[in-house]
């Protein structure tokens, strides 16, 4: 089965550490993206990558980092500067980089709350 | 950024069409009209989207206004799996990402 898998689906953490966030896709999509989303809101981009070893900083990058050694994965870690880490965070993926013309496929997402 | 308005929900009775609005008035020539929705606690999945002219697919239609200000999602018979948040986004070539809060849709039996 072709997908986007994130894990884990729920994860805890105390405040203060930095944890990171899983993101694999298997469908040869190039770009990459990063979300998070809070209650009863939209989703907010945090990163995006069009290529390998390249990635951008979208709306509320500021606490975050990312890595995109592989076009397959592309991990988040929420690091101990960002504030209000408890959230939703969603990634997707799309075929052609550069394009969000391009339909995005999202994985369902990991919900982190720090303690 | 361009950016959307929507309502923040709507109703619908099942089995019957739904008509979602979305105003875009400060929409540029390029951008493209996407629709996703989100159902609670998944990840958003693609409905449909375009440019200029009417789109159909076998989830929903998309109609746009002649001036492209604004933008209608059909679902053509709601059913209670319709249920979820539904967003309007501007796309220009990577430079819009901008999810606002939806419209959230309730299907009643």
């Known amino acids: 089965d072709g997908g986007i898998t994130q894990s884990p689906k729920y994860l805890f953490r105390k405040e203060g550490q930095n944890v990171t966030l899983s993101c694999e896709q298997n469908?040869?999509?190039?770009?990459m993206y990063w979300y998070r989303q809070d209650p009863g809101q939209g989703l907010r981009l945090i990163y995006y990558?069009?290529?390998?070893?390249?990635?951008q900083k979208g709306d509320i990058a500021e606490g975050y980092s990312v890595s995109r050694e592989k076009k397959e994965s592309f991990p988040l870690t929420v690091t101990s500067a960002q504030k209000n880490p408890t959230a939703f965070y969603l990634c997707?993926?799309?075929?052609?980089?550069?394009?969000?013309?391009?339909?995005?496929?999202f994985g369902p997402g990991t919900r982190l709350t720090v303690l | 950024d361009a950016k959307t308005t929507q309502p923040n929900s709507m109703e619908s009775n099942e089995e019957e069409p739904v008509h979602l609005p979305c105003n875009h008035s400060?929409?540029?020539?390029?951008?493209?009209i996407h629709w996703y929705r989100q159902l609670p606690s998944q990840g958003p999945e693609y409905v449909i989207h375009?440019?200029?002219s009417n789109v159909n697919n076998r989830m929903a239609s998309l109609a746009i206004a002649e001036d492209r200000k604004s933008s209608t999602l059909i679902l053509h018979r709601a059913t209670l799996r319709d249920a979820a948040v539904y967003y309007c986004?501007?796309?220009?070539?990577?430079?819009?990402?901008?999810f606002g809060p939806g419209t959230r849709l309730s299907v009643l039996p």
């Open positions: 997707a993926s799309s075929y052609t980089s550069g394009s969000f013309s391009d339909e995005q496929f």
């Open positions: 469908l040869n999509h190039d770009a």
């Open positions: 990558s069009q290529i390998v070893n390249d990635f």
């Open positions: 400060t929409i540029s020539g390029t951008d493209y």
């Open positions: 375009g440019l200029t």
């Open positions: 986004i501007l796309d220009n070539y990577g430079q819009n990402f901008v």
